[in-house]
C-alpha cells in the first residue's frame, strides 16, 4: 500500500470503443439524448466570412484509413477572433462556434467540416501567425489525443513568415501541415499517424 504522498500516475488509457458513444451519440444511433451531437453544426446562415469544407482521413503507418478516429477542430472566426470571454481584441462573431467534432464515416474513415476560413490570429510577441485550423485526433491505440495544425496553400506568404512554421527544424515537413485546395471553397486534409508522410504533431 502506497503513501498519500507517494502516489504513482495513473495509467494512461486510449479512447477505446466508447468513444462515439459518449462524444457524438447521435452518429450511433442512440437518439433521444441531445437534439444533434456536439460540434456537428459550426455556422449558420447569418455566419460571417467565406464558407469552406474541409474533409482528410486518417492514415496509419500502413497507409489504411481509421474508420473510427474522431476528430476536433478549434479556429478563429474570419476576423481573427475566437469566441470567449478571453478575447481582448474585440467581439468574436456570435453566429459561428470555433469548435467542430467530426466521427470519421465508419467505411471510408472520412471526417467532414463545414466552417470559414479564419482570419489571421497574432503570436504572443504580436507576429501575425498565417490562419490555420487547430487539430485533435483521438482513436483506439491513440493513448493521448494527437494535436496538429491544418494551414491554407494559397496563403504563401504569410506561411513563410508563419512563427510557428519558422520553429520546424526539418523544413521538407511543413509540407504535412498544408492542406490540399481540391476544389472551389474545398480543401483536403489526410493526417499520416506514422510513415515517411507522418504528419507533425505538437506538443501542447
Known amino acids: 500500500m502506497q503513501g498519500l504522498d507517494q502516489l504513482k500516475e495513473t495509467a494512461s488509457q486510449t479512447a477505446g470503443p466508447y468513444v462515439h458513444i459518449?462524444?457524438?451519440?447521435?452518429?450511433?444511433?442512440?437518439?433521444?439524448?441531445?437534439p444533434?451531437?456536439?460540434?456537428c453544426r459550426m455556422v449558420n446562415a447569418h455566419t460571417k466570412g467565406e464558407r469552406i469544407t474541409v474533409r482528410g482521413r486518417v492514415f496509419d503507418g500502413t497507409g489504411t484509413p481509421l474508420r473510427d478516429a474522431l476528430i476536433e477542430i478549434w479556429q478563429a472566426d474570419a476576423e481573427g477572433l475566437y469566441p470567449g470571454p478571453q478575447e481582448k481584441r474585440g467581439m468574436a462573431d456570435p453566429n459561428f462556434t470555433g469548435f467542430g467534432r467530426s466521427p470519421g464515416d465508419m467505411t471510408t474513415g472520412e471526417y467532414v467540416f463545414e466552417t470559414v476560413?479564419?482570419?489571421t490570429v497574432p503570436f504572443p510577441d504580436g507576429r501575425p501567425m498565417a490562419p490555420h485550423i487547430t487539430f485533435?485526433?483521438?482513436a483506439r491505440g491513440i493513448n493521448i489525443g494527437l494535436h496538429t495544425r491544418m494551414y491554407f496553400p494559397?496563403?504563401?506568404?504569410?506561411?513563410?513568415?508563419?512563427?510557428i512554421l519558422m520553429r520546424i527544424e526539418h523544413q521538407v515537413r511543413v509540407a504535412t501541415l498544408i492542406a490540399q485546395?481540391?476544389?472551389?471553397?474545398?480543401?483536403?486534409?489526410?493526417?499520416?499517424?506514422?510513415?515517411p508522410?507522418?504528419?507533425?504533431?505538437?506538443?501542447?
Open 117 to 119: 476560413r479564419p482570419g
Open 154 to 163: 494559397d496563403d504563401e506568404e504569410a506561411l513563410k513568415a508563419d512563427p
Open 22 to 34: 459518449g462524444c457524438v451519440p447521435n452518429f450511433c444511433d442512440i437518439t433521444g439524448v441531445f
Open 181 to 195: 485546395k481540391t476544389g472551389e471553397a474545398e480543401y483536403t486534409f489526410d493526417i499520416h499517424l506514422q510513415g
Open 197 to 204: 508522410k507522418e504528419t507533425i504533431f505538437f506538443d501542447i
Open 136 to 138: 485533435w485526433v483521438v
Open 36 to 39: 444533434e451531437d456536439l460540434g
